[in-house]
């Protein structure tokens, strides 16, 4: 295995949590699967989904594009914040 592929394995057990690289690449790869589709087991992917909302609507709040990208493998939430003057 390259230096390079190890230090991404690597990164990717930390970024997703898991002990293992062999569990880490599972997650990645629901994910993508998630997020392609395209596949049987998931024939439209957030990022369509995501896309074909803002071209109905024109644009999309972060709430709705937290509500598309959310999954198990990386849960995504959006909190918006609003203030005027001092806090």
């Not at 592929?5 to 997703?16: G, I, P």
């Amino acid at each position: 295995m390259t230096d390079s592929r190890e230090r991404r394995l690597d990164n990717l057990q930390e970024a997703t949590g898991e002990n293992t690289k062999s569990k880490a690449l599972d997650r990645a790869a629901e994910f993508y699967l998630r997020m392609r589709g395209d596949t049987t087991a998931v024939p439209t992917g957030a990022f369509t989904e995501l896309m074909e909302r803002a071209d109905e609507k024109g644009s999309v709040t972060s709430e709705e594009i937290a509500e598309i990208l959310d999954t198990d493998e990386l849960p995504v939430k959006a909190e918006t914040y609003w203030s005027i003057g001092e806090d």
